[in-house]
Nanobody, 117 residues
Framework: QVQLVESGGGLVLPGGSLRLSCVVSGTILSGHLMGWYRQAPGKERQLVAVSTSGGSTDYADSVKGRFTMYRENGANANLVYLQLDSLKPEDTAVYYC?????????WGQGTQVTVSS
């Protein structure tokens, strides 16, 4: 059974950095998509970054140049990071790790990121 568990959220000052982690347990199939989403209070969940099993990554325009998604030991590794730099108050949200493959789609429980002075 596939499970995703995020960690690394917290309270940070504007301009600060955080690194979020997502551990994927269970078998990771080729052809999957791995992504990070976020949901702010009163708003819909939005895609932040998505990575294919081929290794390409795309970002939402609002985070390009500030956030970096990467994986340990290759595109099919089970440890996924989202590096958040130059954080802004509008980045405050619950951040979720997500994976989709031929079996279905899977979500983590989320980790809170709060950017505030």
């Amino acid at each position: 059974q596939v499970q995703l568990v995020e960690s690394g959220g917290g309270l940070v000052l504007p301009g600060g950095s955080l690194r979020l982690s997502c551990v994927v347990s269970g078998t990771i199939l080729s052809g999957h998509l791995m992504g990070w989403y976020r949901q702010a209070p009163g708003k819909e969940r939005q895609l932040v970054a998505v990575s294919t099993s081929g290794g390409s990554t795309d970002y939402a325009d609002s985070v390009k140049g500030r956030f970096t998604m990467y994986r340990e030991n290759g595109a099919n590794a089970n440890l996924v990071y989202l590096q958040l730099d130059s954080l802004k108050p509008e980045d405050t949200a619950v951040y979720y790790c997500h994976m989709i493959d031929e079996r279905g789609d899977y979500w983590g429980q989320g980790t809170q990121v709060t950017v505030s002075s």
